[in-house]
Structures are given as structure tokens and as C-alpha cells.
């Protein structure tokens, strides 16, 4: 029963950078993993990044490795992706979830999810 809003959302170009935040206020927050996946108009929502409640296991989609960092801040309850070199095909509404497990970082194990902040990257 967490609920979690994202933000940090908004039109950059194509090169720029953004930081999300998902805070969330249920105080099972740290015990569990986190996501953010994203979601383009037409097409299925996609994974883009986990890490587990001790930060120890991260898991990135191939095509943000190497400019999307994920990160939480457990005593804050709140998950933050990073995201630099921002690319047109970046643009989505990006949700975080709650995973199921504290460790499990696969697709499906993550639920409850947030309403979602608009990033738009043009070119």
C-alpha cells in the first residue's frame, strides 16, 4: 500500500540531462527493490532500471547502460534515476514500482506503481 510520486520529468535536448525522483510514503520502502520503467504512447511499457533495498545489485536495459544511473536514498524514501545524454528516443512517461522481494530485479517482480513524469527529449 505505498504510494509513490515521481518527478523531475521535463523538455530537454537531445545531449541534456535530467534527474527523476520517486518518493514514496510507505516505511516498507527499504526493505524492498526498486524500478523505473518507462512507457512511450503506442508501445508497451518498457524496463529501464532496478536496484535492490541495500543498493548493492543494480540492473539496466542495454540501451540506457552507460548513461542512466539508478540510486535510492532509503533513510529519505526516495529512488532517483539519473539520466544523461538524453536521447530522442528517451522520451516516455517514466514510472517507478515497488519490487516483490528485497533483491529480485526481473520485469515482472515489480507492481504498485506511481503515476508516472513526462520526459520529452528533442533533437
Known amino acids: 500500500q505505498v504510494q509513490l510520486v515521481e518527478s523531475g520529468g521535463g523538455l530537454v535536448q537531445a545531449g541534456g540531462s535530467l534527474r527523476l525522483s520517486c518518493a514514496a510514503s510507505g516505511s516498507t520502502f527499504s526493505r524492498y527493490a526498486m524500478g523505473w520503467f518507462r512507457q512511450a504512447p503506442g508501445k508497451e511499457r518498457e524496463f529501464v532500471a532496478a536496484?535492490?533495498?541495500?543498493?548493492?545489485?543494480?540492473r539496466y536495459t542495454d540501451s540506457v547502460k552507460g548513461r542512466f544511473t539508478i540510486s535510492r536514498d532509503n533513510a529519505k524514501n526516495t529512488l532517483y534515476l539519473q539520466m544523461n545524454n538524453l536521447q530522442p528516443e528517451d522520451t516516455a512517461v517514466y514510472s517507478c514500482?515497488?519490487?516483490?522481494?528485497?533483491?529480485?530485479?526481473?520485469?515482472?517482480?515489480?507492481?504498485?506503481w506511481g503515476q508516472g513524469t513526462q520526459v520529452t527529449v528533442s533533437s
Open positions: 536496484i535492490a533495498w541495500r543498493g548493492g545489485r543494480t
Open positions: 514500482a515497488v519490487g516483490s522481494t528485497p533483491d529480485g530485479l526481473g520485469d515482472s517482480g515489480f507492481g504498485s
